[in-house]
């Protein structure tokens, strides 16, 4: 049985930085593509930031240069690094793991935390 267990998100002003970390098994991590998707409130839950097995990463358009993705496979721990945050980076963030390489495409991942909120006031 595959679990990814987010971090607790949090509550920063606009212009603050928040780390997330997902921790899994040693398996999933060796062996899948992990990534970190966002929901807000109506919207439809969006890729933010993917790493490979080999750590070859993709960020989206509308976090790069903001957020990094990385992985510690010592403690089989994704994380995300999240700069400089705005009001529109307030959503649900899951991490899930796949076994393609590094996409943002939700249909390529097979295993789902549970999320961890994050709220970013103005």
């Known amino acids: 049985q595959v679990h990814l267990v987010e971090s607790e998100g949090g509550s920063v002003q606009a212009g603050g930085s928040l780390r997330l970390s997902c921790t899994t098994s040693?398996?999933?991590?060796?062996?899948?593509?992990l990534a970190w998707f966002r929901q807000a409130p109506g919207e439809e839950r969006e890729g933010v930031a993917a790493i490979d097995r080999g750590g070859d990463t993709i960020v989206a358009h509308s976090v790069k240069g903001r957020f990094t993705v990385t992985k510690d496979l010592c403690v089989d721990a994704l994380y995300l690094q999240m700069n400089n945050l705005t009001p529109e980076d307030t959503a649900m963030y899951y991490c899930a793991a796949g076994v393609q390489g590094a996409t943002l495409r939700e249909s390529d991942y097979t295993y789902w935390g549970q999320g961890t909120q994050v709220t970013v006031s103005s």
């Open positions: 040693k398996y999933i991590v060796f062996s899948h593509s």
